[in-house]
């Protein structure tokens, strides 16, 4: 069965860095699009799109508010997607999900705070 499994959550100061990490299994994963969703604490049951990349990572999109500081990848060969997130915001902090079509992980929380 498909599952998707999120790591590399953490509490992490203004101005730094995390790396997500999104392990995938039971499906073919090199065909699939995917992305990353979020969820800020404060809206329960919105989840908000951060980034997408397309199967063999030709084309990425984002949201405005993390262009430029996040960059989204893929390893095909390892099943793993990634999410690079550099000079993070107290405004960043949420779940973060990463999502195949109508599969979602679990989530990996991310807490920017001094």
């Known amino acids: 069965q498909v599952q998707l499994v999120e790591s590399g959550g953490g509490l992490v100061q203004p101005g730094g860095s995390l790396r997500l990490s999104c392990a995938a299994s039971?499906?073919?994963?090199?065909?699939?699009?995917m992305s990353w969703y979020r969820q800020h604490p404060e809206k329960e049951n919105e989840r908000e799109f951060v980034a997408s990349i397309t199967s063999f990572g030709s084309r990425t999109n984002y949201t405005d508010s993390v262009k430029g500081r996040f960059t989204i990848s893929r390893d095909n060969a390892k099943n793993m997607l990634y999410l690079q997130m550099n000079s993070l915001k107290p405004e960043d902090t949420a779940v973060y999900y990463c999502?195949?079509?109508?599969?979602w992980g679990k989530g990996t929380l991310v807490t920017v705070s001094s």
């Open positions: 999502r195949r079509s109508y599969f």
């Open positions: 039971g499906f073919i994963f090199a065909i699939y699009d």
